[in-house]
Structures are given as C-alpha cells and as structure tokens.
C-alpha cells in the first residue's frame, strides 16, 4: 500500500516546505517574480519547473541549477521544519497506519511528491514516522514525472523483502488526494483509493477504483482488495 503524504496524512502541513522551495529558487536564480502553481500532486521537481517556465526560464536553465536548488530546499527544511505537525494529521491516519503496520501480509510505504529527506522530516515532526518505519516508496527525488514513481517503491519494496522481483501491482493499492495520485497508480497498473481529506472533491476523483471520505473508509477499502 503506497500512501501519498499531503492531502492524504497531513492536511496543510506544508507552508515552511513551499517557503524553502521558493527560498531555493531565489537563492539559485536571484530576486525573480513567481506566479503562482497548483502544486497539489505534483513532484516537487516539477512543481520548481513550472514556477521557472511561468517565470520566462527555459528548460536548459531549470535542468542545469536543479540538483542544486532542491538541495538547498532540503536542507532549508531541516533547519525550518516546525517540530510539531501533529496539528497537521488528519482524523483516524495514526490508528490506521498502526492497524496496517501490524498487519504482516501488507507492505506500507510511500509515493509522493515531496523530496525523500522532506517527506521523512515532515512525518517525523507529525508524529507518523514509526509504523512506517524502515522507510519505504518513491518520492519527488527519484523522479520529476509522478507517473514514475510506483515501480520505483515497488523495487524497493522488493529489496525490502529480498525479492528477486518486483512488488506486484495486483498487489499494490495506491492511496491519494489527487488525480494525478490516480494516474500514477493507473500508469503501474496498480489499484487506487482516492481521499477526499485534500485538494480535490469527489467529483474530480471520479476515475479512482474507491473515493473514501475517511480513514475508516480507506481501511475498508482496502480489507475489501485484500480478500478479492
Ligand atoms: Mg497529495
């Protein structure tokens, strides 16, 4: 089970995370006017991309000071991360990540858009990191286009367990607040359960294979994959 982060665990926990992201692209390329992006589901890569582009930026310039800027972002978040986002988690995640973390036939990880070091940060600081300890998934370091990223955690999963392949899709449920969570579970051949805890109503989540409006609805959801 792949979980998103913002939007799915957390809910608005990431204004000191877009303050670093924009502190580093100013750091990088001087005092420039940024318009705004709906960042909601999208790779932090590509979120500092489209913030260039609509800047004037061409994708030469991006690729060749990117490295460098999302690691300034990085570590402008390990200093400024607040210490407590416990305020940030959203109603029933902690008892469902213990419920699914005892649960032996189940891998938990992540798929996300934050950078690795930022999404390990920002649930540490929100009290979640324990049952989704060692950390699994794919994260907006490992690539700019999220629809990448679930082979990715699936590899890893693989390794976790000493598999000589993949983490099945049949066997992977992606969990996530937007449609661009449901086209990278669809571009793995993977199922997905879109929440409406985040930045989308119901009605944009329409293509997901469940839309649970609550942790217990995520759980049933996925009871209900399981025996199927
Ligand atoms: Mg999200």
Not at 18 to 46: F, N, Q, W, Y
Not at 171 to 199: F, K, L, M, Q, W
Request: proline share 4%.
């Amino acid at each position: 089970m792949l979980l998103d982060i913002d939007g799915t665990l957390v809910w608005r926990a990431s204004r000191v995370h877009a303050e670093c992201v924009v502190a580093a692209i100013h750091e990088v390329h001087g005092p420039i006017e940024l318009s705004k992006v709906d960042a909601a589901g999208l790779t932090d890569r590509r979120i500092v991309r489209s913030l260039l582009l609509g800047a004037g930026f061409t994708d030469e310039q991006i690729d060749r000071d990117m490295e460098w800027l999302l690691a300034i972002a990085a570590a402008r978040y390990e200093e400024l991360c607040p210490d407590d986002l416990s305020e940030t988690v959203l109603p029933g995640i902690p008892t469902l990540l213990d419920e699914l973390s005892r649960d032996a036939g189940l891998q938990l990880g992540l798929v996300t858009g934050n950078l690795e070091s930022i999404a390990h940060r920002k649930l540490t600081a929100a009290g979640l990191a324990r049952p989704l300890l060692p950390w699994v998934g794919a994260y907006g370091s490992d690539a700019e286009d999220r629809n990448r990223l679930v082979p990715v955690a699936q590899e890893r999963a693989a390794v976790l367990h000493g598999w000589a392949h993949r983490w099945p899709s049949e066997r992977t449920v992606v969990v996530g607040d937007t449609p661009h969570d449901i086209a990278c579970a669809r571009a793995a051949g993977a199922s997905v359960i879109a929440v409406t805890t985040g930045a989308y109503e119901r009605d944009a989540l329409g293509e997901a294979d469940v839309i649970a409006d609550t942790a217990t609805e995520v759980s049933t959801a996925l009871a209900a994959f399981a025996a199927s």
